[in-house]
């Protein structure tokens, strides 16, 4: 079967200047339709919990200002990121929508936490010091909306549980802050037998009841990511905070074999067109350290991507391969920075331009992030991350 030929098409859904067409033909196709379809299997899967999209570390590779419209436009009503940049950014674009601060920002990046109106997390009192003196040099109308986090056993950030009650009366008995949020972070939600999730999940509702007793009651209470929402009902609470099933892939192998992923699509392809082609012979031997030999005449082809680019380079000896015409072909000896070799057998028909699909779908057969991780030895949201910005992305709407 034919490869399809996307770039034509997908190079119209991008405005481009002359000045910034990708020349180099490799690339990331981004399936924006993908991301607001996810949102909304999310979202009527968790309903009336609220989605939270995640679009922290560029969007897992997707961009995070169009996957952030993606995610609104399918339903989700805030979204989370990791750093005050992250948050900085989706103003800059536009981005009217909460935006959760998933770490105590540093006290001096408090002013630009008010400046840009992104919704802090704290749990230290210098954290609720600094941001009361940032609101204050700042005044508004409105008081300024907080969460509070609560370490439940995973022991990352947020207060001890305790601790945590303290910080909660102490935004809420001050006039210019607003305790919007409760929330805690699970450790092994991907793990469906496990029972330290409901665990985490009790010392949290304890949390939430010494406070009731206390008269206070944060609105937004939230616990889950992707692997609770999807797996432990009651984790959903007051709203979902899901990254990675937002981009269509699942939490863990576990979750993806158990079939609870099966309605989401994955958004992102990494894509690029044959370079070169040549036939080698028998007993030749490939790339950087000469460890792939040729056990017979065979047509090599050379695709423009490389570690560099966030092909990890151990694929190379763990059996990494692609998809050219809709076939599968190992990757031939070293992934190098900029390119890698594909060994396409005695007599395949294979030439420079044929679409190779690193991840992603082709025809019949599908690279998953998954299958990458699995070989490589690590997970789908680390490749997808890994993709990086020297790859251009092309949006499909
Ligand atoms: C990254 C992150 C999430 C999203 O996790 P996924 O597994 O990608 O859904 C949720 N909450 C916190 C605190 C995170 O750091």
Same mark, same amino acid.
């Given at each position: 079967?034919?490869?399809?030929?996307?770039?034509?098409?997908?190079?119209?859904?991008?405005?481009?200047?002359?000045?910034?067409?990708?020349?180099?033909?490799?690339?990331?196709?981004?399936?924006?339709?993908?991301?607001?379809?996810?949102?909304?299997?999310?979202?009527?899967?968790?309903?009336?919990?609220?989605?939270?999209? $995640?679009?922290?570390?560029?969007?897992?590779?997707?961009?995070?200002?169009?996957?952030?419209?993606?995610?609104?436009?399918?339903?989700? *009503?805030?979204?989370? $990121?990791?750093? !005050?940049?992250?948050?900085?950014?989706?103003?800059?674009?536009?981005? @009217?929508?909460?935006?959760?601060?998933?770490?105590?920002?540093?006290?001096?990046?408090?002013? +630009?936490?008010?400046?840009? #109106?992104?919704?802090?997390?704290?749990?230290?009192?210098?954290?609720?010091?600094?941001?009361?003196?940032?609101?204050?040099?700042?005044?508004?109308?409105?008081?300024?909306?907080?969460? $509070? @986090?609560?370490?439940?056993?995973?022991?990352?950030?947020?207060?001890?549980?305790? +601790?945590?009650?303290?910080?909660?009366?102490?935004?809420?008995?001050?006039?210019?802050?607003?305790?919007?949020?409760?929330? *805690?972070?699970?450790?092994?939600?991907?793990?469906?037998?496990? #029972?330290?999730?409901?665990?985490?999940?009790? !010392?949290?509702?304890?949390?939430?009841?010494?406070?009731?007793?206390?008269?206070?009651?944060?609105?937004?209470?939230?616990?889950?990511?992707?692997?609770?929402?999807?797996?432990?009902?009651?984790?959903?609470?007051?709203?979902?905070?899901?990254?990675?099933?937002?981009?269509?892939?699942?939490?863990?192998?576990?979750?993806?074999?158990?079939?609870?992923?099966?309605?989401?699509?994955?958004?992102?392809?990494?894509?690029?067109?044959?370079?070169?082609? @040549?036939?080698?012979?028998?007993?030749?031997?490939?790339?950087?350290?000469?460890?792939?030999?040729?056990?017979?005449?065979?047509?090599?082809?050379?695709?423009?991507?490389?570690?560099?680019?966030?092909?990890?380079?151990?694929?190379?000896?763990?059996?990494?391969?692609?998809?050219?015409?809709?076939?599968?072909?190992?990757?031939?000896?070293?992934?190098?920075?900029?390119?890698?070799?594909?060994?396409?057998?005695?007599?395949?028909?294979?030439?420079?331009?044929?679409? !190779?699909?690193?991840?992603?779908?082709?025809?019949?057969?599908?690279?998953?992030?998954?299958?990458?991780?699995?070989?490589?030895? *690590?997970?789908?949201?680390?490749?997808?991350?890994?993709? #990086?910005?020297?790859?251009?992305?092309?949006?499909?709407?």
């Amino acid at each position: 079967m034919a490869a399809r030929r996307v770039t034509p098409a997908a190079a119209q859904a991008v405005p481009a200047s002359a000045a910034t067409a990708p020349l180099r033909p490799a690339w990331a196709e981004i399936d924006l339709a993908a991301i607001r379809h996810n949102a909304r299997v999310l979202r009527d899967l968790v309903a009336p919990a609220e989605l939270c999209a $995640v679009v922290k570390a560029w969007g897992y590779g997707h961009g995070p200002v169009q996957a952030a419209k993606a995610a609104l436009q399918g339903g989700a *009503t805030s979204l989370a $990121v990791a750093l !005050v940049e992250e948050g900085r950014q989706l103003r800059n674009a536009g981005i @009217k929508a909460p935006v959760l601060l998933l770490s105590e920002p540093p006290a001096p990046a408090m002013a +630009e936490v008010v400046r840009s #109106s992104l919704t802090p997390t704290v749990y230290t009192e210098g954290g609720v010091g600094a941001l009361s003196d940032a609101v204050a040099a700042s005044p508004r109308l409105e008081p300024f909306p907080v969460h $509070v @986090k609560v370490d439940t056993g995973m022991h990352r950030v947020g207060a001890e549980p305790e +601790e945590a009650e303290r910080i909660a009366l102490d935004v809420a008995a001050r006039p210019e802050l607003d305790l919007r949020g409760l929330w *805690t972070h699970f450790a092994v939600a991907d793990e469906l037998e496990s #029972s330290f999730t409901a665990e985490q999940l009790a !010392v949290f509702l304890d949390v939430v009841g010494r406070l009731a007793r206390r008269g206070v009651r944060p609105p937004v209470l939230h616990a889950a990511n992707s692997a609770a929402a999807l797996c432990h009902p009651s984790t959903r609470l007051d709203m979902v905070r899901c990254g990675v099933s937002v981009y269509g892939l699942a939490p863990s192998p576990d979750v993806a074999r158990d079939g609870r992923c099966s309605a989401l699509r994955p958004a992102l392809s990494l894509r690029a067109r044959v370079s070169f082609v @040549k036939e080698v012979g028998a007993g030749d031997r490939l790339s950087y350290g000469l460890r792939y030999a040729l056990s017979r005449r065979s047509v090599i082809a050379t695709v423009p991507l490389g570690y560099a680019d966030g092909v990890t380079r151990s694929l190379s000896s763990r059996g990494g391969q692609v998809l050219i015409g809709g076939s599968r072909y190992p990757i031939a000896g070293s992934v190098t920075m900029d390119q890698v070799l594909i060994d396409c057998g005695a007599a395949a028909d294979v030439a420079v331009g044929d679409v !190779v699909v690193l991840l992603g779908r082709q025809g019949a057969e599908e690279i998953t992030a998954w299958e990458w991780a699995e070989r490589t030895g *690590t997970i789908a949201y680390e490749v997808v991350c890994g993709v #990086s910005a020297r790859v251009p992305r092309i949006y499909r709407r």
